[in-house]
């Protein structure tokens, strides 16, 4: 298994990263005004609404004068960035867009993130109101030499981020509109859009599309490194709907990506390290079934080969995934369901009130400790799953949340039972820390995915079955707990790669640790690396969109 050097660095760097930064950023403010920029907070549009039109933001402006935020650091080119007067970008946006200063309750709520491993570190927070916001951001950052970093639905967690260590966040938050096409054959979506808004709008419509399946992470974040969802086994991976993007390049330009452009597939697939999305029009369709079922089937651990050797048998090597049906599978420690971590079985057909015996019955038969159905519609479905909004995955709890991905083909009951064992102890020994740990294993349906041709888009794994991930929670608590879980985690996807007899790792970028390789995240094919590379230089030679899994 390939691995690069770099490592995260520990969440205690992290926050002392942090905190210098935020003392950085007020070392050249005057200290007879600290407390009063502390709390700074451009918010025009509150302003606004007082109708106080440009008198306010002139008002702003004149606050701010005199207390400029001086990076002592170098930037991530390694030239000296020196003294920044954020006012003159605010006399550049739009009335409703926002600049956040370390200090204030917008900051502090925009730089917190879903996993506190290795973040990136910003001395500001722009939340741009428009498009030529974005535009106006990137083009003073430029000027400024300062880095920055799109944010999101803050899921993001690979370790590459906390190479961020100043410059700005550009969140995309108030880019959120959604506007379905009067021939109802696509829908605009705006680069801040949450997966949950663009299901409950097409829906309302009767429409609906591919979006990942959590409620709380973009819609833009998991399509960029392709996108699984729900409805991937009809009609391919999120970002195969793309039909066009509006995209802030580099140098601040802005330009419509579509496919007579090259880059349109290097955004399905690799689309962090090309620009930032402000919009994208994306395929929609009529909702085919509204009703959905559930049975969950939680076995005790001593049936890992059984429940695996029949996945394989049913679905992987001697049949393939119903399109109608995705199965995911969790372990997880629950004591008051068994002394060592179960297996809980979900699986999920559409257009039924209960899922078919066909499906359910050979599981049943091998004796779980409880089958459960359920039934209700497609917008059920994370909850059933466990990450609709009010669940734990869509809170930030302070947690490291550190993946181990693999793609695999189907299951190795030996390899399945390895790693359990391990699991096991790793969350049931009595001064364990990963006691909250989860084991995944995604079986969607993968018709739509596969009926793209392979070389399609830069989403390398089409022909793979399974998306697999320990799912390592910790409460951080220095660099050895960071380092056993990094320890751990990669054991486990060794014991996994090795008994999948694949001769590389595949790895789905939008889970990555971040100690993979690009030849992980992007497709080991040299032909991919060329033309990423190729894509790369011309578009972002200076390695500005690079803190979320370079491909360079
Ligand atoms: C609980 C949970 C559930 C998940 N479920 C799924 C799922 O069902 N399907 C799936 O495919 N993935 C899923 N993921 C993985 C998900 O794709 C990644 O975590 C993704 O990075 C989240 O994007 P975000 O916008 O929420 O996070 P952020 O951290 O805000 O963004 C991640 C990165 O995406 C880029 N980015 C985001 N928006 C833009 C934009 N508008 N323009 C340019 N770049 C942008 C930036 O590089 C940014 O660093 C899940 C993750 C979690 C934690």
């Not at 918010?43 to 109708?51: A, P």
């Amino acid at each position: 298994m390939e691995q690069n050097a770099r490592r995260a660095s520990s969440p205690s760097i992290a926050k002392v990263r942090l905190n210098a930064a935020i003392r950085r950023s007020f070392y050249g403010v005057k200290p007879s005004s600290v407390d009063s920029f502390r709390f700074l907070r451009c918010t025009y549009s509150s302003m606004y609404q007082l109708k106080q039109g440009l008198a306010a933001l002139l008002a702003c402006a004149a606050f701010a004068t005199g207390r400029e935020i001086s990076f002592s650091d170098l930037d991530a080119r390694g030239s000296s960035s020196g003294t920044v007067d954020f006012t003159q970008l605010a006399s550049k946006l739009s009335p409703s867009a926002h600049i956040y200063l370390p200090g204030s309750d917008g900051f502090n709520s925009l730089v917190a993130r879903w996993s506190n491993l290795s973040m990136p570190v910003a001395n500001v927070v722009v939340v741009p109101g428009t498009e030529n916001d974005v535009v106006q951001t990137v083009k003073f950052a430029n000027a400024k030499y300062l880095p920055f970093l799109t944010v999101n639905g803050v899921h993001g967690s690979i370790t590459t981020l906390g190479q961020m260590t100043h410059g700005i966040e550009i969140s995309m938050k108030q880019l959120n509109s959604i506007k379905i096409a009067q021939d109802g054959q696509t829908v605009t979506i705006g680069g801040g859009v949450m997966s949950k808004n663009v299901t409950d709008t097409l829906w309302a419509a009767g429409k609906q599309t591919v979006t990942g399946t959590c409620e709380c992470v973009s819609y833009l974040g998991p399509a960029l490194g392709g996108g699984h969802g729900w409805l991937q086994g009809h009609h391919g991976l999120v970002s195969d709907q793309f039909v066009s993007l509006r995209v802030v390049k580099a140098d601040g330009s802005l330009a419509t990506v579509d496919k007579s452009s090259d880059v349109f597939w290097a955004m399905k697939g690799a689309g962090h390290n090309f620009g930032i999305v402000t919009s994208v029009v994306s395929k929609i369709y009529d909702i085919q079934h509204r009703n959905y079922a559930l049975q969950t089937i939680i076995f005790s651990g001593d049936k890992v080969e059984s429940v695996y050797e029949l996945a394989n048998k049913l679905w992987l090597t001697e049949g393939t995934i119903p399109e109608d049906l995705n199965n995911w599978s969790y372990w997880f420690f629950d004591p008051t369901l068994d002394t060592k971590p179960v297996i809980a079985m979900y699986l999920i057909q559409e257009g039924v009130d209960v899922v078919d015996a066909a499906y359910t019955k050979p599981f049943n038969d091998l004796g779980p400790i409880v089958t459960t159905p359920t039934s209700g519609t497609y917008l059920d479905l994370a909850k059933w799953t466990g990450i609709s909004l009010s669940d734990t995955p869509c809170q930030k709890t302070g947690n490291a949340n550190p993946r181990f991905p693999i793609y695999l083909k189907s299951y190795n009951p030996t390899a399945q039972r390895k790693v359990y064992d391990l699991f096991a102890q790793a969350t049931t020994n009595a001064s364990t820390p990963f006691s909250g740990a989860l084991f995944m294993f995604e079986g969607y349906s993968t018709q739509g995915v596969r009926a793209i041709s392979d070389d399609a888009t830069a989403f390398a794994y089409r022909s793979d079955n399974l998306l697999v991930a320990p799912l390592l929670t910790y409460t951080p608590n220095g660099k050895a707990l960071e380092d056993q879980a990094f320890k751990l985690g990669n054991q486990m996807r060794q014991i996994l790669y090795e008994g999948s007899g694949q001769t590389s790792l595949n790895t789905y970028v939008n889970y990555a640790y971040g100690d993979e390789t690009p030849k992980a995240w992007y497709g080991a094919d040299k032909w991919r690396q060329d033309r990423l590379l190729s894509l790369k230089k011309n578009y972002d030679p200076k390695g500005k969109f690079s803190f979320y899994a370079p491909i360079a």
